[in-house]
């Protein structure tokens, strides 16, 4: 029985054939979220004078925020641009947005942007406390990386990690997902991050502690916005910059968006399932039937390791196959969905 053929019933799953490597799809709705459509052109977003909401020129010729950089006001850099969106405490979450830098964008700034953070987070080289954390993206040279803020940084200001050469263009819509998980208990260093631009992994860490505090306190209870520029070489001095941003939404798990567009989660496949090249993970809804069968084929254009699992509405795992490395062709994974109905 072909997954494409599967009547919705009483329930949802998301069967996803899984590249080995790339990231995995995530079916939850947004815990948050902001594309600023419903706002007025011209207002203050949170009541910043730095943050103006525009007509037209975001994702789609849609509404966005326009956030001014201004190099007079602190040079070398900017003053900060910082505030708190409340989420419910999680263990994990995605933040996704997309980000636009305009023409007068200079290369020889780079800058602190969006994060998430725990109830009380620290920044400006200030010393970690057991219950503080916080987690960051910074460009050096136009490349994206983490900057962390955890229990074992040392020093100085934030930990900054990096991993790819991509450069980042101005006059392009870039989309960012970034994956964060803290330490599942205030001792382990079980914690991860992840930077994803376009839906391809830029930098990655793991076995981070960022919280030294059990409770729900340090788990990740805010979205961070928290930007500002600073000149990293010499160069010409341009007093204003402008980045456009839009689509901003924080999911609970690993929801990567794999391009600029509206906030949710990254997009569920209807049909038969095909792998190109580009390690995109893929996903389809299907429906579960009482003593059913859901299959879901796909296509790799050349050899790989593959994993399939199945997944609940609420982005639950509920089963999974380890299907080895595959050549390139036609496969297909074989659920029984059986067992699964009563657990969903």
């Known amino acids: 029985m072909d997954a494409k053929n599967i009547v919705m019933e009483k329930s949802f799953l998301v069967v996803a054939a899984m590249i080995i490597g790339a990231p995995?799809?995530?079916?939850?709705?947004?815990?948050?979220?902001?594309?600023?459509?419903?706002?007025?052109?011209?207002?203050?977003?949170?009541?910043?004078?730095?943050?103006?909401?525009?007509?037209?020129?975001?994702?789609?010729?849609?509404?966005?925020?326009?956030?001014?950089?201004?190099?007079?006001?602190?040079?070398?850099?900017?003053?900060?641009?910082?505030?708190?969106?409340?989420?419910?405490?999680?263990?994990?979450?995605?933040?996704?947005?997309?980000?636009?830098?305009?023409?007068?964008?200079?290369?020889?700034?780079?800058?602190?942007?969006?994060?998430?953070?725990p109830?009380?987070?620290?920044?400006?080289?200030?010393?970690?406390?057991?219950?503080?954390?916080?987690?960051?993206?910074?460009?050096?040279?136009?490349?994206?990386?983490?900057?962390?803020?955890?229990?074992?940084?040392?020093?100085?200001?934030?930990?900054?990690?990096?991993?790819?050469?991509?450069?980042?263009?101005?006059?392009?819509?870039?989309?960012?997902?970034?994956?964060?998980?803290?330490?599942?208990?205030?001792?382990?260093?079980?914690?991860?991050?992840?930077?994803y631009v376009n839906g391809k992994l830029m930098t990655s860490t793991t076995n981070i502690q960022f919280r030294g505090q059990d409770g729900d306190a340090t788990k990740i209870k805010n979205f961070f916005f928290s930007t500002f520029l600073i000149r990293n070489s010499t160069g010409p001095v341009v007093s204003r910059q402008y980045i456009r941003y839009d689509n901003f939404a924080v999911l609970p798990g690993k929801a990567i968006r794999q391009s600029p567009g509206s906030a949710g989660p990254s997009p569920i496949l209807a049909g038969s399932i095909n792998a190109p090249g580009n390690n995109a993970n893929i996903g389809m809804a299907v429906g579960s039937l009482p003593g059913g069968i859901a299959e879901v084929t796909f296509a790799l254009n050349s050899r790989k390791s593959v994993n399939a699992a199945i997944y609940n509405k609420n982005g639950e795992l509920m089963d999974k196959i380890r299907m080895g490395v595959r050549p390139a062709g036609a496969h297909k994974a074989t659920f029984q969905t059986t067992a699964l109905t009563d657990l969903i």
Request: proline residues 5%; charged residues 20%; glycine residues 10%.
């Open 24 to 117: 995995q799809i995530s079916a939850a709705n947004p815990v948050w979220s902001e594309d600023f459509d419903s706002m007025t052109p011209g207002s203050k977003w949170k009541g910043n004078p730095g943050l103006t909401i525009m007509e037209n020129g975001g994702v789609g010729n849609s509404r966005y925020v326009r956030v001014e950089y201004d190099l007079r006001q602190n040079p070398p850099g900017t003053t900060v641009k910082q505030f708190s969106q409340p989420i419910p405490a999680a263990m994990e979450y995605t933040l996704q947005y997309d980000m636009y830098f305009e023409e007068n964008w200079n290369n020889n700034y780079g800058g602190k942007f969006h994060g998430l953070k």
């Open 119 to 195: 109830d009380e987070h620290v920044t400006g080289c200030k010393t970690v406390q057991k219950h503080t954390w916080s987690a960051r993206m910074v460009l050096k040279d136009r490349s994206p990386n983490l900057y962390l803020y955890d229990q074992k940084k040392g020093g100085g200001c934030g930990r900054t990690i990096g991993g790819s050469n991509f450069k980042m263009d101005k006059l392009k819509w870039y989309s960012i997902s970034y994956y964060l998980k803290v330490n599942s208990t205030a001792n382990a260093s079980d914690g991860e991050a992840q930077i």
